[in-house]
């Protein structure tokens, strides 16, 4: 069993926020940072801050804290963040033009390499500098691009064939965009982006969490 | 202090994700669902789904498990989707046109009434059937429309100040799209959506979070 699977999302997802604190930390020229300021700018608790890292083996200096660079770089590792990643998107409307556009991806290492469409228009065409394959080929040019990450951002009726597709060319990690529930093998890695939910916590927050 | 407070962000998120699946339960009918069932389908523990809803005042019937209907409603009503919130998001590009014609937002009672952008030949007109007001007007418009919660969408430079004037409007809650860390009052919820995070958790499961 990989390693992964005995830590939390949660934990991984903590990881993710650290890994941006220190980048902006880094960028700034701090030499280090102490598990409080870690943990107040995301409101954490400083205890939870030196158990996630302890778990990773970093510990912090007392009175000096972790070292900015070293912990940003161990964390990328950790994250598989310090390699480049090729991912395909699925569905060129909004949401897929939208991630194409997100500069951030390119800056973390996640390459976006292809566009699939079934839009006689689209296909062929380039978008944002990409160019635009024609989705019946998926399984194919999922091989021959060598791409790691399946990104759907198709209509929900079309996202399981698609999601199928992706696992038969042998990829193992799909981020879905689709508002539908996938089923796919325990040996791939799905992730549910779910718009809502961000919404949700802040309509949470708006009626101050009372039933 | 608002009893929101002492719930930590990964409850609401799961209480999300169980609204989702009951969601789903309740059209297919289903009278009731156990924690096990409930904890399956997102790789929980069926302990961790026993505790957030018991905190809620939720309890399972033994060999009956949780009546579906009650508990989705229950937890609509902790999140405030009982009922409807206006929404305005903040640039009219890529990610806001996404969400703009992201159904699911409706769905949940979450209602985009205004569109802001700077661009004048995008202004008066209407953008998926939504008005398309001029971002210099914002905080009028925002209290005009009795907006209360606004999604940022515009480039990270632009993001600052457009949180500060939906703070002056008087406006609670923020979703931010835009790269950057925001500095607002303790009083306002801001939530980072971070498309990035999603694919780091990808990453990690590929490299078999190995260091």
Avoid: C
Avoid at 61 to 84: F, S
Avoid at 139 to 152: F, T, Y
Avoid at 154 to 166: C, I, K, L, S, T
């Amino acid at each position: 069993m990989p390693r992964n699977r005995r830590i939390s999302e949660s934990t991984v997802r903590r990881l993710s926020i650290y890994y941006r604190l220190l980048s902006g930390l880094e960028k700034e020229g701090a030499p280090t940072v102490s598990s409080r300021e870690l943990a107040e700018k995301e409101k954490l608790t400083p205890a939870q801050v030196r158990k996630d890292l302890s778990f990773f083996g970093s510990f912090g200096t007392r009175g000096l804290g972790y070292p900015v660079r070293e912990l940003r770089e161990k964390i990328a590792r950790i994250l598989g963040l310090n390699r480049t990643w090729n991912v395909a998107v699925v569905g060129a409307g909004n949401i897929g033009s939208a991630l194409v556009s997100y500069k951030e991806f390119q800056k973390q290492g996640f390459l976006i390499k292809l566009i699939f469409d079934n839009d006689q228009r689209k296909i062929g065409s380039s978008h944002k500098g990409i160019p635009v394959s024609d989705v019946s080929h998926l399984a194919d040019e999922l091989k021959a691009h060598h791409i790691d990450i399946v990104v759907i951002a198709v209509p929900g009726p079309a996202a399981q064939g698609v999601a199928e597709e992706a696992v038969s060319a042998g990829v193992r990690a799909i981020l879905n965009f689709a508002p539908v529930s996938l089923k796919i093998p325990a040996s791939v890695s799905l992730r549910n982006e779910n718009m809502s939910m961000e919404l949700e916590q802040l309509s949470y927050f708006l009626v101050g969490g009372n039933g």
